[in-house]
């Protein structure tokens, strides 16, 4: 039988891709430095302020929807059902 | 009257009756053919083509060619052919038949001048779409495939009331843009608001999308809600409203695509964010934004067919769509995965995916018009975008936990359909020229630069980090076995309320006409035309004001009845009295 294709599973390539990834993060706020002149609005002159905004806007999201599931609207498949 | 031409509509609708009779390979031809001449009749389709009929002194108009409906025809043309092409192993008529007339309904929406043939076209869209529902054949898909039918039924009807008024205070029926806010233009905002799922009037998209075939899901991703955003921007392009809608929208697809276990249901809800980006541009209703709707309805109608196509294809391989029950199926179906991957790239608008030559064109419109609140809640939701459609999907489905789960990737004709549709989704993000050529304002668009340094790496920087959030809170988003409740709660288990609460008035009700009219009035009735005479002596003496005793003593004697002689029998002479007395009304009623 043909091996599987299994590059994410092995716990070094994760490793890999963290590093990796976090690598880019940083390059990505590090490169708004070299960028000159456009800043039209008083918030492009926050370095790094879009990566704040979109993880700060993300957590907000995901803990948003967590309590609005588990207080709410989140019930059994058969709820419709019953 | 030129009639040299004839709608688009028509090809389709033609194209439908031929597939009736072929089979085989040559219906498979002919299925990817008529979407091909449909683009190229679109294409040499002049301005002044018109096309009308006339109907009980009436003229209707089918047939009114800008630059804004080339757009959707054209963009109609190749999602028709990408969704054919994925759909072409399907044995049978009803799905293929089906999606041939919902295609041409689309087009006749889009092509229409008067809103009679608008209005006619709106619901044969709606019962022609049912059908890639039903095809499914679960008891799941035939309720969702009532409610869903249900529901446009319902919208449709607004959406004539909202005509007729129009007509009766005397404008005009052209389809043209609507400026005064009235009952009639408020109704027709609403007909075509149902369509766009806007909340609440969203709840049909995400109950009956997930129900479809693992084929019908691409043609219905496409159609519906695409033809709203067509009619918004052509009847109420400026509308403030449509604004605060539209916003609303993303994040509301948002927030219910994160608590969703169904990988389909997540999409669905994505359409509904995806569509919230168009409707606000709708409502900010500069030439820039407007051309930002048209261009971001093309580019989505693209990538988000090719995630539905992916999460068909899973569907297909699989009979499974829960998160819940998939992962691990990277190591089996490549060719999904990275088709999965560049449509998830292209509706979070990475750079050099269709998806941040259009969208980033409706956030500077928000941005040019000074709406501050508006942008940023926008980028909060393009954040989300990639949060929800662009890692959760994918993640769950081909990555995450292994479940054990195993299959190749789908058919060949399955396959191209994805790579078609994937590279246009890079196309479009490297060379978005061609997109831009055809939008309603051209010079605007062309003066408008999607790459510049700055703007691709505030874009990298949003989405990254919104990806670093996905990870770092993967606990919260743990699948559960659950379902969302949406408005649709309301006509599905309120429903039950309304049942509930009705039979209760109606038994009460019943009973008390039940005392009243069965037991009461025959009772007392008929003690009277026993005893006439006592009666009526008895009811003398206490209007006369005899006190009790005297009465008492009257009764304790012998009833006059029983003594005198009457000339006639008493009940002849009541049935008498009585047919007189109905003689008397019904002369005088009718």
Not at chain 1, 57 to 77: A, H, M, N, Y
Not at chain 2, 126 to 140: C, G, P, Q
Not at chain 2, 510 to 517: D, N
Request: proline share 4%; with cysteine.
């Amino acid at each position: 039988m043909k091996k599987e294709f299994e590059w994410f599973d092995k716990p070094e390539n994760i490793w890999k891709l963290k590093v990796y990834g976090l690598l880019t993060l940083l390059v990505t706020v590090a490169a708004e430095l070299m960028g000159t002149g456009d800043s039209t609005h008083q918030w492009d002159k926050i370095p790094g302020f879009y990566a704040m905004f979109g993880f700060i806007s993300c957590v907000v999201l995901i803990v948003l929807s967590k309590f609005l599931g588990k207080w709410w609207l989140k019930k059994g498949e058969e709820y419709y059902d019953e | 009257m030129t009639s040299s031409w004839i709608p688009p509509a028509f090809i389709f609708l033609f194209g439908a009756l031929v597939a009736l009779v072929l089979k085989g390979r040559v219906k498979q031809a002919w299925l990817l053919f008529v979407p091909v001449a449909g683009f190229a009749y679109v294409h040499y389709l002049p301005t002044e083509a018109s096309f009308s009929l006339s109907v009980l002194q009436y003229h209707v108009d089918l047939l009114q060619v800008d630059r804004l409906s080339k757009v959707f025809g054209y963009i109609f043309c190749i999602a028709a052919f990408g969704s054919f092409l994925f759909a072409l192993h399907v044995k049978g008529n009803v799905e293929h038949i089906s999606a041939l007339i919902y295609v041409g309904s689309a087009l006749g929406v889009v092509f229409s001048g008067d809103f009679i043939s608008l209005y006619f076209f709106w619901e044969f869209m709606a019962v022609a779409s049912v059908m890639l529902i039903w095809a499914r054949r679960t008891k799941k898909a035939l309720d969702a495939g009532y409610r869903y039918v249900l529901v446009h039924i319902f919208g449709g009807l607004i959406l004539l009331a909202g005509l007729l008024l129009l007509y009766y205070d005397g404008n005009p029926l052209t389809v043209q843009a609507l400026k005064g806010k009235t009952l009639a233009t408020w109704l027709i905002l609403l007909g075509f608001m149902l369509n766009a799922a806007v909340p609440p009037l969203s709840a049909w998209l995400s109950d009956a999308y997930p129900e479809s075939t693992a084929t019908g899901g691409v043609f219905l991703s496409a159609f519906t809600t695409k033809t709203a955003v067509y009619t918004l921007i052509r009847v109420f392009p400026g509308w403030e409203v449509l604004i605060w809608l539209g916003t609303l929208m993303t994040l509301y697809g948002i927030i219910y695509a994160i608590m969703e276990n169904d990988s389909r249901r997540i999409l669905a809800y994505s359409i509904i964010n995806q569509v919230g980006f168009m409707v606000a541009g709708v409502g900010i209703g500069t030439e820039m934004s407007l051309n930002g709707a048209s261009a971001h309805a093309f580019a989505h109608i693209i990538y988000k067919g090719l995630l539905w196509m992916s999460a068909g294809s899973v569907l297909y391989m699989t009979g499974k769509t829960k998160c819940t029950e998939l992962g691990g199926l990277y190591k089996t179906m490549p060719l999904t995965l990275i088709c999965c991957c560049i449509a998830a790239a292209s509706i979070s608008s990475f750079p050099l995916t269709s998806g941040f030559t259009t969208k980033t064109m409706i956030i500077h419109g928000a941005l040019d018009q000074h709406l501050v609140i508006i942008y940023f809640l926008l980028e909060v939701a393009s954040a989300g975008v990639f949060l929800h459609a662009g890692i959760k999907f994918p993640y769950f489905v081909f990555f995450a936990k292994d479940k054990g789960v195993r299959a190749a990737d789908p058919r060949p004709n399955m396959q191209w359909a994805m790579v078609f549709f994937a590279f246009i989704c890079i196309f479009l993000g490297v060379y978005p020229k061609p997109l831009y050529h055809i939008l309603p304002y051209p010079l605007v668009a062309e003066e408008f630069h999607a790459y510049t340094f700055m703007s691709v790496i505030r874009m990298l920087q949003l989405l990254l980090f919104s990806g670093l959030a996905f990870f770092a809170f993967l606990g919260l988003l743990k699948r559960t076995e659950t379902i969302s409740l949406d408005t649709d709660w309301f006509y599905r288990k309120g429903t039950k309320l309304i049942l509930f609460v009705v039979t209760g008035i109606a038994s009460l009700v019943g009973r008390g006409l039940e005392y009243v009219f069965v037991k009461t009035i025959p009772l007392r009735l008929s003690a009277f035309c026993e005893r006439p005479v006592t009666t009526f002596m008895t009811m003398y003496y206490r209007f006369s004001g005899k006190d009790a005793g005297a009465i008492d003593e009257f009764q304790s004697r012998a009833l006059p009845e029983k003594v005198s002689t009457v000339p006639i029998g008493i009940p002849v002479f009541m049935a008498l009295l009585f047919l007189a007395a109905f003689a008397y009304i019904f002369s005088n009623i009718f």
